[in-house]
């Protein structure tokens, strides 16, 4: 099946889009250049054939894939593991946890995995979401910027909601961009359940809140409150 799935993938590569997009330099050389909505159509394609594989089966495949070092081969991973979001058992939680931190090497990887299989995880098991305040040490960025970002998953969740703020509050001075934007998207996505709430959050600590993240944040709020935080 792999060998099939390389196949179907080279034959996807589109070139245009690798040359729109510059994957074909040396930051991009473990990417094929393959759409996102194809890679998607590969990966429901060949699930079809394993769904009904036992997990330890199906995690140690999506192992293979992710070894690969290939974005879209681990895109499949993470979009398999996502489909056995109903058959999820608290033990793979950890088992995402150990591919955050042993794959995901850019901002794609690591809002897809967030935004799916370890949102999910976090929701099911909520206990698991404590692992969050490790990650917002460490020093590697994606690990980082998981942290928020597998959050917003839940930002609908009144049982994440104050943690989801203290957790914003411990990332302020964190200098890395991507966390930054990680952190302000989350704000933002809270705002859509409590946006008073957030309003006042931000406005109380704004001054310690890059201009970055306080964008981001506040995209969502009427005009005169998005004057308001980015005011002096």
Sequence with gaps: MLNAIERKLREHIDFSYVRKTHLNSVRYKDYYGVRMSANREIAQKYYQNIEAWNMDDLFALCKKLLNSRIHEKKTIAF?????????????????????????????????????HALGEAVRRFPSCAERIYQWIKED?????????????????????????LDVCKKLFRDEEPLVQKGFGWLLKELSQYNENKIFDFLNTHKKYISRIALRYAIEKMPQHKRQVILSS
């Design 140 to 164: 590697n960025l994606w690990v980082r910027r998981a942290g928020p970002v597998t959050l917003i998953y839940v930002a609908g969740s009144p049982d994440t909601f104050e943690m989801s």
């Design 79 to 115: 979009d398999w593991a996502f489909r056995l979001k109903d058959r999820y058992e608290k033990k793979d939680f950890y088992v995402f946890e150990s591919w955050l931190y042993t794959y995901v090497n850019n901002y794609g990887l690591c809002d897809d995995l967030c935004t």
